[in-house]
């Protein structure tokens, strides 16, 4: 059965603003009666986390709550799906749940680094089984490597993002924006499942914002974090990484399916990439948190947290219209675009070693004076 295409944008807006409310209401709820569930203020937090003030973790328990019940709506539509495709659903929702699951142990227990890996490899594996993963080459065992290092390194990539007041939330709704955009653009005409699960996290995210833009009253944690990761790792497997050439060698890399998924998640692989080059030329552990993000370093220049979060959005949205004009061929997909993508990509990424640069010294000559300041004052 076909769904009449006025009554899906109807029910899509209606199940935003009822997935946005739910959202709101369970983390006010929680905010109102768990003071200490999930509050983070130990060392190691207070590595990583800009502000220090003790915030209970749990936004991320309305993502998964709101995406359940998207999947129990999913399950009140007319049915124009194949066993494939329910196929693709069991894997999200398998792989989805274990990574929430995982987020809550993390932040509970403080998982064993060797065990978090162990269990995002498994959510790259259920993944895979699904027939769940990127197929770039026409070879399975590169195209399961690929797949593998794009879960696990989304997955952290998104938790270390989650350093400063509504950066990851505001973050993942531009992905999620462009998820949809490609979706409902140039999407299969059987993705209305999918659709409906984008826009219930698109609500749950919005609904939490209230309490997570700064000043923040709740953060996700990695509850929030690592089912973002899985969710966004596995929608953007059948969505982002879909754009092939034709007619290609089997066997041969196409860096044009790299265009759209590096363009939309421009910012937690620029911050993801400066962070881990930087922490392995210092010779420390890129797995070890630190306040040297990006984000950390345009509040070393002078940014207030909400124009840091104002700065990466403008980033993040900036280069929806290229990829909506190239999935909708306005632009002609020609080798030369995709090698100006990836300039685009490189001049981003540059202007913001520029910035962090600039950040760190601000920021050295400012400990470099407080110290001065403690001597002088010691000295008398």
Known sequence: MIIDQQYLITFLALFFLISGFFSFLINWLFLKFSFNLGARNDGEMNQVRWSSNIKPAIGGISFFIVFLISISVIGTLPRQTDYLLDKHLIGIIAS??????????????????????????????????????????????????????????????????????????????????????????????????????????????????????????????DTGSQFLGVFFASTSILFFWNFKEQGVVTGFIQFKQFVVPMLLFIIPLIDTTTVTIRRIMRRQSPFVGGKDHITHHLAYLGLSDKMVALTLIFTSLASLPLVLLLVLNVIEWTGWVTFLAFVYFAVVFLLFQLLYNLGAKKHTIKLREKVAAAKTQASF
């Open 96 to 221: 989805t749940s274990l990574g929430f699951i995982l987020g809550l142990a993390d932040d509970a227990y403080n998982t064993n680094p060797l065990a978090k890996f162990i269990l995002q490899l498994s959510c790259a594996f259920i993944l895979i089984i699904s027939d769940v993963y990127i197929k770039i080459s026409g070879n399975q065992a590169v195209d399961f490597i690929v797949t593998i290092v794009w879960v696990i390194g989304l997955m952290n990539s998104i938790n270390m993002l989650d350093n400063m007041d509504a950066i990851t939330t505001t973050i993942s709704m531009c992905i999620i924006i462009g998820l949809i955009a490609i979706i409902a653009l140039s999407g299969p005409a059987l993705s209305t499942f999918y659709l409906v699960m984008l826009v219930g996290v698109l609500g749950a995210l919005s609904g939490f914002l209230f309490f997570n833009w700064h000043p923040s009253r709740i953060i996700m944690g």
